[in-house]
T-cell receptor
Framework: AQSVSQHNHHVILSEAASLELGCNYSYGGTVNLFWYVQYPGQHLQLLLKYFSGDPLVKGIKGFEAEFIKSKFSFNLRKPSVQWSDTAEYFCAVKTDSWGKLQFGAGTQVVVTP | SAVISQKPSRDICQRGTSLTIQCQVDSQVTMMFWYRQQPGQSLTLIATANQGSEATYESGFVIDKFPISRPNLTFSTLTVSNMSPEDSSIYLC????????????FGPGTRLTVL
């Protein structure tokens, strides 16, 4: 069965620390990969996406992610986090032409001043 | 982009009743999706709603429990029928836009509490 795994459920960081969130998926075909963020009390927003091409993708707010096909991974990174990055982060995989997304369990990130 | 609104934003309902959630999009979209986010959990797809055809339900979800309408390209409803406390969740509408990136947008969600 297809699945999306996020390695950390909760991460607590200090401002200016670097962030890396792991995401692995199990699916043998062509995938489109996404990271979504949900700030407290707000909608889910798209941070970045990978469809094809350069496996290092840059998103909004200084986030980037690297697709490593051989590892079935799509890890999210930010070199220096801010307090405003406190949010829940979801990795998602689109596995069919309709656009259905399968989500990971989410990682709650708390950035302390 | 697509701007999505949902009504109601939240509701508290009694066991055994039904609630219909509305999703309105500011542009015409082909694909609309309904997700559920149970407390402390991730999003789970309930069904895909295409205009002019019956919704396609994911494993574990059935039409009798979650009937969906999709009368046009900008609107859909999800009904949660014969509710029980286990149905307490956030229900989200999502749309996929065509063109650049096939990006998927999410509505603000409807927070449902069943007593």
């Amino acid at each position: 069965a297809q699945s999306v795994s996020q390695h950390n459920h909760h991460v607590i960081l200090s401002e200016a620390a670097s962030l890396e969130l792991g995401c692995n998926y199990s699916y043998g075909g062509t995938v489109n990969l996404f990271w979504y963020v949900q700030y407290p009390g707000q909608h889910l927003q798209l941070l970045l996406k990978y469809f094809s091409g350069d496996p290092l993708v840059k998103g909004i707010k200084g986030f980037e992610a690297e697709f490593i096909k051989s590892k079935f991974s799509f890890n999210l990174r930010k070199p220096s986090v801010q307090w405003s990055d406190t949010a829940e982060y979801f990795c998602a995989v689109k596995t069919d032409s309709w656009g259905k997304l399968q989500f990971g369990a989410g990682t709650q990130v708390v950035v302390t001043p | 982009s697509a701007v999505i609104s949902q009504k109601p934003s939240r509701d508290i309902c009694q066991r055994g009743t039904s609630l219909t959630i509305q999703c309105q999009v500011d542009s015409q979209v082909t694909m609309m999706f309904w997700y559920r986010q149970q407390p402390g959990q991730s999003l789970t797809l309930i069904a895909t709603a295409n205009q002019g055809s019956e919704a396609t339900y994911e494993s574990g979800f059935v039409i009798d429990k979650f009937p969906i309408s999709r009368p046009n390209l900008t609107f859909s409803t999800l009904t949660v029928s014969n509710m029980s406390p286990e149905d307490s969740s956030i229900y989200l509408c999502s749309v996929r836009t065509s063109g650049r990136g096939n990006e998927q947008f999410f509505g603000p969600g409807t927070r449902l509490t069943v007593l």
